[in-house]
């Protein structure tokens, strides 16, 4: 459809301003060299055809970008970069693509087959001074639909369909834990009363979906969702280490040792404001400002005793003010 629509608009500025082979069979001999008799300048096609790829790859660069790595700066350059690109491509062929000509138009009647006929020789006239048309029309198309893109990504990421796709992890099934050093973690190494801190084997440390908190506890204690049922092998379970309110790391366990205080259970605290989390009921939210609970990492335990992902993450990690819907 915005191939469709460039076409269009590119057809319709040719046809209102003119042909191109009237115009250069009226071109005096002084004409610049490089002007051929239709009037088209070679050099000048050639420009306009880079300047649209530029333009194209350009937008495609800013949504590259949006999507894997979206730096401030790099985002207003690729934007900005594509903006003038496609104004300088635009101001070129206006200057020696499209024929300089003023001309009274005369409006017969309506429904005169001869009058369309004289307009649709008109059209093709205008075309004929450009022997790339058709390439310069498709290099339109995709420099159109690459800034179209680059204005509908920003948008679309509002949403929740492109925006999971942004707050991914670097989780997925068979990924193994490892510690601070990259040694993997045993299931084994796990004790009650006590949290690990773990990271994603060979990925970025410093990811904000990267470090989780494992903790041990007694089985018969769980109550996460029947969907989750399979999730903490061993009384084994992680959670993301970000806390929902306002990003701050997870540092404290609360681990009750005494009859009176037991029936608390088990709970990751947050130092910073307090939220509380239930690590016996899917992270959910106990105490504090969290909005949310703590996004749960599904565990498995391999042939060797390590720790490896069962899948991704239940949600997106971060605070909930940065768009969750859930």
Known sequence: ??????????????????????QGSHASEDDDPTQRTTGAPVWAERLVLALLAATAA?????VSLFVLSPDTQLLGLALGATLALLAAAL??????????????????????AGAVKEVEH???????????????????????AGVAAAVAIPVVALGPGLEDQLR?????AGRALVDDE???????AVNEGSFITAFPQHADKDDLGSPVVVVR???????????RAGWAPEGLLAYSKICTHAACAISLYRSPLSPSTQARGPALVCPCHYSTFDVLNGGGVEFGPAGRPLPQLPLSIDAAGVLRAAGPMSGPVGPSWWGDRS
Do not use: C, N, Y
């Not at 350009?58 to 800013?62: D, I, R, T």
């Open 58 to 62: 350009a937008a495609l660069g800013f």
């Open 122 to 144: 008109a059209a093709g006239d205008g075309l004929e001074g450009i022997t790339r048309r058709r390439l310069l029309i498709g290099a339109a198309g995709a420099a159109g």
């Open 182 to 188: 990259g040694a993997p973690i045993l299931a084994a």
């Open 1 to 22: 459809m915005v191939e469709r629509a460039w076409r269009a608009l590119v057809l319709f500025v040719l046809w209102r301003l003119g042909g191109l082979r009237r």
């Open 168 to 172: 991914r992890t670097p989780w997925h």
């Open 91 to 112: 101001v070129v062929s206006s200057r020696w693509l499209v024929p300089q000509e003023t001309k009274a138009e005369r409006r017969p009647g309506l429904a005169d």
């Open 217 to 227: 506890v007694d089985r018969s204690t769980l109550r996460l969702p029947s969907q």
